[in-house]
């Protein structure tokens, strides 16, 4: 193992410490970290194209002397957690009564087990409604007045993706509107996770590369907006998962069994969730919740995040310099960035992340989304005034409030529905 893998090894394991089980092959130690919750397990998990693993998950449980609650499967959630699919799995939990929910999935699934068991617990006693516990710590707060307990979610992560199994984050979705909404909050965090590397590679190539453009955006955008305080740690974090995304990726592509790219992609994935467990992200994500019926999440914040480096250039050139490095090191920026300074760093840095993009096959304007339109950008410009997401205004290396969003924020969507960066506006 290189020592990039290493060192991003290293760092996981002093974040999570035993909480974390993860690497290659570590998929048959979920039952006696399930038991430790007690005797019966809501298994969660797609029992479609995913029934092998299911059968192994519920295979170690029974070895280790847990029983499915119920004697079922519950069926996972859709893509972005639709609100649904929480509020479907909040009833087995009210009526099979586990000791613990073991969430087998990607970000989607996890997510939505996340705010399910938060319903489960808290909606007799506070409110049955999810759209109280949007914003932040508003999950916290209702369990001090309530004196509830949530039952434990251990996280099963399948896909390098979102960092869900390891974060105080649930992203759902209203398909009514095509908006995403977001809690974050430290109750919600799974006790305990797993993610076996290996696993991965039963998952479409396309969902692994949508997670490694989600790891990039964890790592950067967080870096861009964090504090001087966390400096060096944010950097240490961004540096290794920004490196390993590129460095690998290309890996996967020309061979989607290469275990080793595997490994590094979902450690990538995982570092950023250990980013925005520091520090929060900004723009690109908050534009991402808009794009829910079009784009992937690590696409959608993929294509937005070179139009927002450039909005950002003059506040974080420390910053572009070192992630632009790592574009350079590996072919994607021609330009000398020491001589370079405010927007044409900015640009030259934003170009090296679509070349990047485009070198994996990932879509680097909103045109190429199928379906997008005016309604996307009205719809995106809407819900960056909306107060329960004023905290992706609030993270960006230049904050915004709500009212000029449209001054600042309708530019960079225009630039990046064709690629024009030169539509976005600066602050003076």
């Given at each position: 193992m290189d020592a990039l893998l290493e060192n991003s090894r290293a760092l996981l394991k002093a974040w999570k410490g035993d909480s974390y089980v993860f690497g290659r092959g570590v998929l048959p130690r979920i039952g006696e970290m399930a038991k430790e919750y007690g005797k019966r397990a809501l298994l969660v998990c797609n029992t479609t194209y995913m029934k092998n693993l299911a059968d192994k998950v519920a295979a170690s449980l029974k070895a280790a002397g847990v029983e499915l609650s119920g004697g079922v499967i519950a069926p996972d959630a859709g893509p972005n957690a639709p609100r649904v699919d929480v509020y479907r799995l909040e009833t087995y939990i009210l009526h099979y009564k586990p000791d613990c929910i073991v969430a087998v999935g990607g970000g989607s699934t996890i997510d939505a087990c996340k705010a399910a068991s938060l319903l489960a617990g808290l909606g007799a006693a506070h409110s049955p409604e999810i759209d109280c516990y949007f914003g932040t710590n508003m999950v916290t707060e209702a369990l001090k007045k309530t004196g509830v307990s949530l039952v434990p979610v251990t996280a099963v992560q399948t896909s390098a993706s979102s960092g869900a199994h390891l974060t105080k984050y649930s992203n759902i979705t209203d398909p009514?509107?095509?908006?995403?909404?977001?809690?974050?909050?430290?109750?919600?965090?799974?006790?305990?996770?797993?993610?076996?590397?290996?696993?991965?590679?039963?998952?479409?190539?396309?969902?692994?590369?949508?997670?490694?453009?989600?790891?990039?955006?964890?790592?950067?955008?967080?870096?861009?907006?964090?504090?001087?305080a966390k400096y060096d740690l944010a950097a240490q974090i961004a540096q290794n998962a920004i490196e390993?995304?590129?460095?690998?990726?290309?890996?996967?592509?020309?061979?989607?069994?290469?275990?080793?790219?595997?490994?590094?992609?979902?450690?990538?994935?995982?570092?950023?969730?250990?980013?925005?467990?520091?520090?929060?992200?900004?723009?690109?994500?908050?534009?991402?919740?808009?794009?829910?019926?079009?784009?992937?999440?690590?696409?959608?914040?993929?294509?937005?995040?070179?139009?927002?480096?450039?909005?950002?250039?003059?506040?974080?050139?420390?910053?572009?310099?070192?992630?632009?490095?790592?574009?350079?090191?590996?072919?994607?920026?021609?330009?000398?960035?020491?001589?370079?300074?405010?927007?044409?760093?900015?640009?030259?840095?934003?170009?090296?992340?679509?070349?990047?993009?485009?070198?994996?096959?990932?879509?680097?304007?909103?045109?190429?989304?199928?379906?997008?339109?005016?309604?996307?950008?009205?719809?995106?410009?809407?819900?960056?005034?909306?107060?329960?997401?004023?905290?992706?205004?609030?993270?960006?290396?230049?904050?915004?409030?709500?009212?000029?969003v449209d001054t600042y924020l309708e530019p960079i969507l225009r630039a990046a529905t064709g690629g024009d960066f030169s539509l976005i506006r600066t602050m003076e």
């Open positions: 009514v509107i095509g908006q995403k909404k977001l809690i974050v909050d430290d109750a919600i965090v799974p006790p305990k996770s797993m993610f076996d590397y290996e696993v991965t590679a039963s998952m479409p190539l396309s969902v692994t590369l949508d997670g490694a453009l989600d790891a990039i955006a964890h790592a950067f955008e967080v870096f861009t907006g964090i504090p001087q390993l995304t590129v460095r690998y990726a290309p890996r996967v592509i020309v061979n989607p069994q290469d275990m080793e790219a595997r490994e590094a992609i979902g450690m990538a994935t995982d570092l950023g969730g250990y980013a925005i467990m520091v520090g929060g992200t900004n723009g690109a994500h908050l534009t991402s919740f808009s794009l829910v019926d079009i784009a992937a999440h690590g696409t959608a914040c993929g294509i937005m995040n070179p139009y927002y480096t450039v909005f950002f250039a003059s506040a974080i050139e420390d910053k572009l310099k070192l992630v632009g490095g790592i574009f350079k090191k590996h072919g994607f920026i021609p330009e000398d960035l020491a001589s370079l300074s405010g927007r044409a760093l900015g640009l030259a840095v934003a170009k090296g992340m679509v070349a990047f993009a485009k070198s994996i096959g990932a879509p680097t304007t909103l045109g190429e989304l199928k379906g997008f339109g005016e309604h996307h950008i009205k719809r995106a410009l809407s819900a960056a005034k909306d107060p329960q997401l004023e905290m992706k205004l609030k993270n960006m290396p230049v904050p915004l409030t709500a009212n000029l």
